[in-house]
């Protein structure tokens, strides 16, 4: 990957650059984050069955509160791969197709076609690249980190628009995610369940190359 820096950094300067210690800082805020809405609704669970067991009822649906907030976490970090129709006719959906297989392997456009997600390596784990949003799953296969970005030309094809993303990613990947709105980080598992099914399988591939990949720490 090139080492240039994005001119969309500059629209978002009071950012810190992302690097690998924030990038690990922001997966444990997320972790806390979840963790601080959990808690509270477990311990209230709890503490009501055992001052009155017949509020077991109210303990329920603590435990239902604590259950659904992860997922709606979840949900919003899916959301970001989301497939969403494109108003370009055909004809140039074709060619965008066409002119983004020219930017990757045989391989990475034939997972496109079928998942609508394109793979990319990068120094910070595997990326899955749509239209509007990103997943990254970091070394190990086990975090997936969900960016929300996207080209502000509503014109464009859809191939077009994964191409500019793919282009300014492997430009700048710090700055990519610098720009790029965090929607989400946590386990894998929650992301998975969250997605289409045949972006399922994008992602479970690039947890099996993530899994190969270890972080090179300073």
Known sequence: M????????AAVHWRPRMDERRLERA?????????AHV???LVAAGVLVALQPLAAPVALACVAHAWVIPEL??????????PKASGA?????RMA?????????????????RTGLLPE??????????????LLVRPGGRRVHCWCVRVDDPQLPTGDRVAHLLLALRAD????????????AGARWRVRRRLAREQRAALDDAVAVARTTHLDRP
């Open 2 to 9: 090139a080492t240039e820096l994005l001119p969309e950094l």
């Open 27 to 35: 997966a444990s805020m997320w972790t806390m984050t979840t963790v």
């Open 39 to 41: 808690v509270p609704f």
């Open 73 to 82: 976490y979840a949900q919003r970090g899916a959301n970001v791969v989301r």
């Open 89 to 93: 006719p055909a004809g140039a959906e």
């Open 97 to 113: 197709l066409g002119l983004l297989g020219d930017l990757v392997g045989h391989e990475a456009r034939e997972q496109y076609d």
């Open 121 to 134: 390596r990068g120094r910070m784990g595997q990326w899955l690249i749509g239209p509007a949003g990103a």
């Open 173 to 184: 990947e710090e700055g990519f995610a610098t720009v790029a709105n965090q929607a989400f």
